[in-house]
């Protein structure tokens, strides 16, 4: 199954263990990425149970991506990044 960049806006095909290709990547600022790592579980890319934890961290670094690129977010978006599911 093919897995794009989560960047918003980005169709750029990874592996579905990254969050985002490589040029995206780098525009995370440190202490997002050290969240995402630090959430990310092995395999939650194959069983499709990421954790609330990961989904925050993620959602953080997607926006703060669309913030730098000029792109619109989404409210699902911003939703996740407070914390708040649905």
């Known amino acids: 199954m093919p897995h794009a960049c989560h960047a918003l806006g980005c169709d750029t095909p990874v592996a579905p263990r ?27 890319e194959r069983d499709k149970q990421p954790s609330a934890a990961y989904l925050q961290a ?3 670094a997607v926006i703060l991506v669309a913030k730098q690129t000029g792109q619109p977010i989404p409210p699902i978006w911003a939703r996740l990044a407070a914390g708040k599911e649905e």
């Open 58 to 60: 993620a959602a953080v």
């Open 18 to 44: 990254f969050l985002m290709c490589m040029a995206h990547w780098r525009l995370v600022p440190a202490t997002a990425k050290a969240d995402v790592y630090a959430t990310y579980r092995p395999g939650q």
